[in-house]
Nanobody, 116 residues
Framework: VQLQASGGGLVQAGRSLRLACVTS????????MGWYRQAPGNQRELVAT???????NYGYSVKGRFTISRDNAENTVYLQMNSLKPEDTDVYFC???????????WGQGTLVTVSS
Protein backbone atom coordinates (compact mmCIF):
# COMPACT_ATOMS: atom_id res chain seq x y z
CA VAL A 1 0.00 0.00 0.00
CA GLN A 2 1.30 3.43 -0.90
CA LEU A 3 -0.09 6.90 -0.39
CA GLN A 4 2.24 9.41 -2.02
CA ALA A 5 1.45 13.02 -1.22
CA SER A 6 2.91 15.93 -3.15
CA GLY A 7 2.33 19.58 -3.93
CA GLY A 8 3.42 21.26 -0.73
CA GLY A 9 5.73 24.23 -0.69
CA LEU A 10 6.21 27.85 0.27
CA VAL A 11 3.56 30.32 -0.84
CA GLN A 12 2.51 33.84 0.04
CA ALA A 13 -0.70 34.51 1.91
CA GLY A 14 -3.67 34.83 -0.41
CA ARG A 15 -2.22 32.50 -3.03
CA SER A 16 -3.18 28.93 -3.88
CA LEU A 17 -1.68 25.45 -3.81
CA ARG A 18 -2.97 22.07 -4.90
CA LEU A 19 -1.97 18.92 -3.08
CA ALA A 20 -2.23 15.47 -4.64
CA CYS A 21 -2.14 12.02 -3.08
CA VAL A 22 -1.59 9.12 -5.43
CA THR A 23 -2.53 5.74 -4.01
CA SER A 24 -1.90 2.11 -4.80
CA UNK A 25 -2.80 -1.16 -3.17
CA UNK A 26 -6.26 -0.12 -1.97
CA UNK A 27 -9.75 -0.34 -3.44
CA UNK A 28 -9.72 3.35 -4.15
CA UNK A 29 -13.23 3.80 -5.53
CA UNK A 30 -14.89 2.78 -2.24
CA UNK A 31 -12.33 4.30 0.11
CA UNK A 32 -12.96 7.49 2.03
CA MET A 33 -10.00 9.72 1.35
CA GLY A 34 -8.99 12.56 3.58
CA TRP A 35 -6.52 15.30 4.23
CA TYR A 36 -5.42 16.14 7.75
CA ARG A 37 -2.82 18.53 9.03
CA GLN A 38 -0.60 18.66 12.05
CA ALA A 39 1.92 21.09 13.47
CA PRO A 40 4.64 19.87 15.86
CA GLY A 41 3.20 19.40 19.33
CA ASN A 42 -0.39 19.70 18.12
CA GLN A 43 -3.09 17.14 17.47
CA ARG A 44 -3.81 16.08 13.93
CA GLU A 45 -6.67 18.19 12.58
CA LEU A 46 -9.27 17.32 9.96
CA VAL A 47 -8.96 19.36 6.79
CA ALA A 48 -11.35 17.53 4.46
CA THR A 49 -12.68 14.10 3.57
CA UNK A 50 -14.44 12.70 0.54
CA UNK A 51 -16.28 9.39 0.49
CA UNK A 52 -16.33 6.89 -2.33
CA UNK A 53 -19.69 8.32 -3.30
CA UNK A 54 -18.31 11.86 -3.41
CA UNK A 55 -19.72 13.23 -0.15
CA UNK A 56 -17.41 15.83 1.31
CA ASN A 57 -16.75 17.13 4.79
CA TYR A 58 -14.54 20.08 5.74
CA GLY A 59 -12.89 21.38 8.83
CA TYR A 60 -14.39 24.64 10.02
CA SER A 61 -11.27 26.69 9.42
CA VAL A 62 -11.00 25.76 5.74
CA LYS A 63 -14.65 25.81 4.63
CA GLY A 64 -15.13 27.98 1.60
CA ARG A 65 -11.40 28.13 0.83
CA PHE A 66 -10.36 24.51 0.28
CA THR A 67 -11.88 21.93 -2.04
CA ILE A 68 -11.28 18.19 -1.93
CA SER A 69 -11.84 16.09 -5.05
CA ARG A 70 -10.98 12.64 -6.31
CA ASP A 71 -10.15 10.96 -9.60
CA ASN A 72 -11.08 7.29 -9.34
CA ALA A 73 -9.46 6.50 -12.68
CA GLU A 74 -6.12 7.79 -11.39
CA ASN A 75 -6.54 6.59 -7.75
CA THR A 76 -5.75 10.12 -6.69
CA VAL A 77 -7.25 12.61 -4.26
CA TYR A 78 -6.64 16.34 -4.51
CA LEU A 79 -6.86 19.28 -2.17
CA GLN A 80 -7.21 22.66 -3.82
CA MET A 81 -6.25 25.32 -1.30
CA ASN A 82 -7.20 28.90 -2.10
CA SER A 83 -6.85 32.13 -0.13
CA LEU A 84 -4.13 30.59 1.98
CA LYS A 85 -3.38 32.10 5.37
CA PRO A 86 -0.26 31.89 7.55
CA GLU A 87 -2.25 29.77 9.99
CA ASP A 88 -2.62 27.14 7.26
CA THR A 89 1.09 26.40 7.67
CA ASP A 90 1.32 22.74 8.63
CA VAL A 91 2.34 19.31 7.49
CA TYR A 92 -0.54 17.87 5.47
CA PHE A 93 -1.21 14.14 5.54
CA CYS A 94 -3.26 11.97 3.21
CA UNK A 95 -5.51 9.30 4.72
CA UNK A 96 -7.30 6.30 3.22
CA UNK A 97 -10.05 4.69 5.28
CA UNK A 98 -12.15 1.69 4.26
CA UNK A 99 -15.88 2.30 4.85
CA UNK A 100 -16.07 -0.87 6.99
CA UNK A 101 -12.83 -0.09 8.85
CA UNK A 102 -10.91 -2.86 7.12
CA UNK A 103 -7.99 -0.52 6.67
CA UNK A 104 -6.85 2.94 7.69
CA UNK A 105 -3.64 4.09 6.04
CA TRP A 106 -1.62 7.28 6.26
CA GLY A 107 0.77 8.72 3.76
CA GLN A 108 3.86 10.70 4.46
CA GLY A 109 3.26 14.38 5.05
CA THR A 110 3.85 17.26 2.72
CA LEU A 111 4.80 20.60 4.21
CA VAL A 112 2.82 23.71 3.37
CA THR A 113 4.28 27.01 4.48
CA VAL A 114 2.32 30.22 4.04
CA SER A 115 4.22 33.46 4.50
CA SER A 116 2.56 36.70 5.53
Amino acid sequence: VQLQASGGGLVQAGRSLRLACVTSGITFRITTMGWYRQAPGNQRELVATISGGGMTNYGYSVKGRFTISRDNAENTVYLQMNSLKPEDTDVYFCNAKHPLDRYDYWGQGTLVTVSS
